[in-house]
């Protein structure tokens, strides 16, 4: 399955963090997404072969990368309070992303 | 953009009762999925459906795809305490970027034993 690290993860506003992933094996699809709490997961980014391929309304200062063994990681800078959520990864066979497992997500919060 | 509304927001029923719950949008889906997520882990895959009018099911759960391609329905039988948990509707929006998932704002299901 798609495994997340860490599981959850306090900073301090202004930091910076990096979140990882590791996705199902066959899978070169994978996308990020922030829940807040009470909401359904909103799309940061999905990477295919290492490259971005689309990107939801989300500042720059969130940013991604995807390596050659389809893991991948969520990088955010300059820390804000509101960026505190759940964040998910998920991903898909093929390119496209619409059938995606999730894994279990890493709960940030900024403090 | 596309928005996902899904109801009810909330129901709490008596372990045994049948479930129904939809999701509608003001524009077309070509592909609707549904998701349960527990408490603090990811949302889980439930049924994918690919054509309007189509119904599948997974177990207890039926799923229907919306003639009109604007809605979804997702029906649970016999529900059980291990039913309880927070059910997503989602899609790829038709811009192009297939890519991304828009989600509803979920229906929180409780059962009482």
């Known amino acids: 399955g798609v495994t997340q690290s860490p599981t959850h993860l306090i900073k301090t506003r202004g930091q910076q963090v990096t979140l990882r992933c590791s996705s199902q094996?066959?899978?070169?699809?994978v996308s990020w997404y922030q829940q807040a709490l009470g909401q359904g997961p909103q799309f940061i980014f999905q990477?295919?072969?290492?490259?971005?391929?689309g990107r939801g309304n989300f500042p720059p200062r969130f940013s991604g990368l995807q390596f050659p063994n389809d893991s991948s990681e969520l990088n955010v800078n300059a820390l804000e309070l509101d960026d505190s959520a759940l964040y998910l990864c998920?991903?898909?066979?093929?390119?496209?992303?619409?059938?995606?497992?999730f894994g279990q997500g890493t709960r940030l919060t900024v403090v | 953009g596309q928005q996902l509304n899904q109801s009810p927001q909330s129901m709490f029923i008596q372990e045994g009762e049948d479930v129904s719950m939809n999701c509608t949008s003001s524009?077309?889906?070509?592909?609707w999925l549904w998701y349960k997520q527990d408490p603090g882990e990811g949302p889980v895959l439930l049924i994918a459906?690919?054509?309007?009018?189509e119904l599948t099911s997974n177990g207890r759960l039926t799923a229907q795809f919306g003639i009109t391609r604007k809605d979804s329905f997702l029906n649970i039988s016999a529900s059980i305490p291990s039913d309880v948990g927070i059910y997503f509707c989602?899609?790829?929006?038709?811009?192009?970027?297939?890519?991304?998932?828009?989600f509803g704002q979920g229906t929180t299901l409780q059962v009482k034993p």
């Open positions: 459906l690919y054509k309007a009018g």
């Open positions: 990477y295919y072969r290492e490259e971005e391929n």
């Open positions: 998920a991903s898909s066979p093929g390119q496209g992303g619409a059938r995606a497992f």
């Open positions: 524009s077309i889906f070509n592909t």
């Open positions: 989602a899609g790829p929006p038709n811009s192009g970027n297939t890519g991304k998932l828009i």
């Open positions: 094996s066959g899978h070169n699809t």
